[in-house]
């Protein structure tokens, strides 16, 4: 039997984790990478700043991203999300845990988000005349220092398109709406490197709201959130972009690390309508108190009885009520990383969206699943980052066997938009598109699983020996500082499983 040694934590069977080598944990181990990451997200900014008009919300709902705005701010757990990144591991798209891999999948986005998964690519071109298109869709021309590139700034939208006139007709209304989804993909979806600008890329895709509907916005955010995953787990990157929200709301509904506790709320309550934030911390400081509005769980304090009734919302917007974290320790990165050492089976939901969770959902978030496990490439424009549901399928209740080797594509990583003019991405990616296209072909299936699975079971023999199970330094001790318990753990279990 196999024995890597006390320290040596890196895989035995290098065949999977290629990059290990400039991996984040490669750097945690020899102690050259110990802060933590900064998200970069502007949703508190751009709520505070953007009032929703309840003349447009209509066509924010017709669009299909109302339960987006509705789910708001929630502060982010920044060391909860560094210990997620120091476990992505690019060559698979998973979070490589004690147990087993698990990942955000186009079922976790469904669900969390309210996005449609089934439908066209988020695609098309650059090549886009920007005094044109934003005088059409947006009825007004941004000066030159409202641009960046191609891109607007959201601060501008919000002085030109927030306040429509109190005579505006349809048209007026429509282009305010446009805009205040162009900010909110900027803010929440697709955030730039500091989530104050947003790509114009997006605005011709907004021209129909009906038809914006239609699209894969759940698939082109997956796909942009593995990429950001995939950079910031490399090469000792400092910060991380993309949907925070998801990969933070995907882990507290799945694992027990920074868990927070809904205290006296309701978990299934609306919550407040997102307006008048003044306070950084949304959740758990006060727990009669959300964005400085008293709560009263389950009514919205600026409901207004001419308003149309609230649609069903999404799953994560149950998250943003008053939690508390009283029985559950959260904040410090080196405890995060020592309780996932420290995994044991009652401390991952492998299927969280059953009973009430599902019954209390809107029609979307459970319309497209006969996809949720297509193996199919997920597109955002330049971004192409392939689903691989095959490797998480007790995720959906089914046998986990060891997967099919997956291929690392260098060169598709690297695509990206700097450096090229006005590329046409549906053309450049159509092999992708194509495949997409073809999606309900890939569903991957497997039997229904049966139990827990056991340490023996040859996936986890399997496992162990491509993985590196454990973060934390073995034997690592500081004086006057928290010491972790799963390093003599590691030790032993090493000693065990090879």
């Known amino acids: 039997m196999a024995f890597r040694g006390i320290h040596d934590a890196d895989p035995l069977d290098p065949s999977v984790l290629l990059l290990q080598d400039r991996h984040r944990s490669h750097f945690v181990d020899t102690e050259q990478l110990q802060d933590v990451l900064r998200p970069r997200q502007q949703m508190r900014a751009f709520l505070s700043m953007w009032r929703l008009d309840p003349r447009i919300r209509p066509y924010v709902i017709r ?21 997620l990144v120091e476990r992505w591991r690019p060559e698979t798209h998973t979070f490589h845990v004690p147990l087993g891999e698990t ?125 950001e995953l995939c950079r910031a787990s490399l090469d000792r990157r400092c910060g991380i972009s993309g949907c925070i929200t998801l990969i933070q709301l995907w882990s507290w509904e799945r694992l027990h690390v920074g868990r927070p506790d809904f205290g006296r709320s309701v978990p299934f309550a609306a919550p407040p309508l997102p307006h008048g934030l003044h306070d950084d911390d949304v959740d758990g400081v006060d727990e009669d108190v959300v964005d400085g509005l008293p709560v009263q769980h389950g009514v919205h304090p600026e409901a207004d009885a001419d308003v ?6 999404p799953l994560g917007c149950r998250w943003r009520v008053p939690l508390t974290r009283v ?62 549901p095959e490797r998480v399928l007790r995720q959906f209740g089914l046998h986990q066997g060891i997967p099919p080797a997956c291929s690392y594509d260098h060169q598709l990583h690297r695509v990206d938009a700097r450096g090229r003019h006005q590329p046409d991405w549906a053309t450049y990616h ?66 065990r499983h090879g």
Not at 182 to 210: E, Y
Not at 308 to 313: D, G, I, N, V
């Open 63 to 83: 669009a299909g991203f109302y339960g987006i705005y509705r789910l708001g701010h929630i502060i982010i757990d920044w060391p909860l999300i560094t210990c």
């Open 103 to 227: 990942t955000i999948t186009l079922q976790d986005v469904a669900i969390i988000l309210g996005l449609r998964i089934d439908g066209p690519a988020v695609t098309g071109t650059y090549m886009v005349d920007v005094a044109e298109l934003c005088g059409d869709l947006l009825g007004v021309t941004p000066p030159a220092d409202a641009l960046r590139g191609l891109t607007i700034s959201i601060r501008w939208l919000c002085q030109q398109l927030s306040t429509p006139a109190a005579d505006a007709d349809e048209v007026a209304l429509e282009r305010s709406a446009r805009g205040f989804i162009l900010a909110l993909i900027g803010s929440f979806l697709f955030p730039d490197k500091k989530g104050v600008h947003v790509h114009l890329c997006f605005l011709p895709l907004l021209r129909d709201l009906t038809l914006t509907s239609t699209y894969s916005w759940g698939g082109a955010v997956l796909a942009h959130t593995y990429r």
């Open 308 to 313: 149309a009734p609230e649609p069903a919302l």
């Open 327 to 388: 029985l559950n320790p959260s904040g410090v990165l080196l405890l995060y990383r020592d309780q996932l050492d420290a995994q044991t089976s009652d401390q991952v939901l492998w299927q969280p969206y059953v009973g009430e969770v599902v019954d209390r959902l809107p029609a979307l978030c459970l319309a497209d699943q006969d996809i949720w496990r297509t193996m199919s490439p997920l597109i955002c424009f330049e971004i192409v980052e392939w689903h691989r």
């Open 430 to 495: 159509a092999p992708y598109i194509a495949l997409w296209d073809s999606r309900a072909a890939r569903v991957i299936t497997s039997p229904p699983s049966v139990g827990l699975m056991e340490s023996q079971d040859p996936y986890m023999l399997w496992y162990r020996r491509i993985t590196r199970r454990f973060m934390t330094p073995q034997l690592h001790r500081d004086d006057m500082r928290f010491h972790t318990t799963a390093g003599s753990m590691n030790v032993l279990v090493n000693r």
